[in-house]
């Protein structure tokens, strides 16, 4: 099952590395404050923890602009799912 809501950015874990592409972020950050998020971030909660896989450029633009929760599609797995995204 899968619900959204808004997830404080604060505690929400970015396992992997990514390098964004600077320009998208700016661009996303300009979109962000004049009409909001559109389309939430995936995490997945496992044992109460989130973790974010996607959404690198929403996360880091929501990031920049200081928001302290961001709108995210949560859906819960175990730890054997989030096993598969780290490997």
Request: net charge positive; charged share 30%; glycine share 6%.
């Amino acid at each position: 099952m899968v619900r959204v809501e808004a997830i404080p950015i604060s505690k929400i874990r970015r396992p992997l590395f990514r390098q964004n592409d600077q320009t998208k972020v700016a661009a996303l950050m300009e979109s962000i404050q004049e009409i909001g998020l559109q389309e939430p971030i995936d995490v997945l909660e496992v044992d109460g923890e989130y973790y974010g896989f996607s959404g690198c450029h929403r996360y880091e633009a929501c990031s920049r602009l200081g928001q302290e929760t961001i709108l995210c599609r949560v859906r819960r797995a175990p730890r054997a799912v989030l096993q598969r995204h780290l490997a």
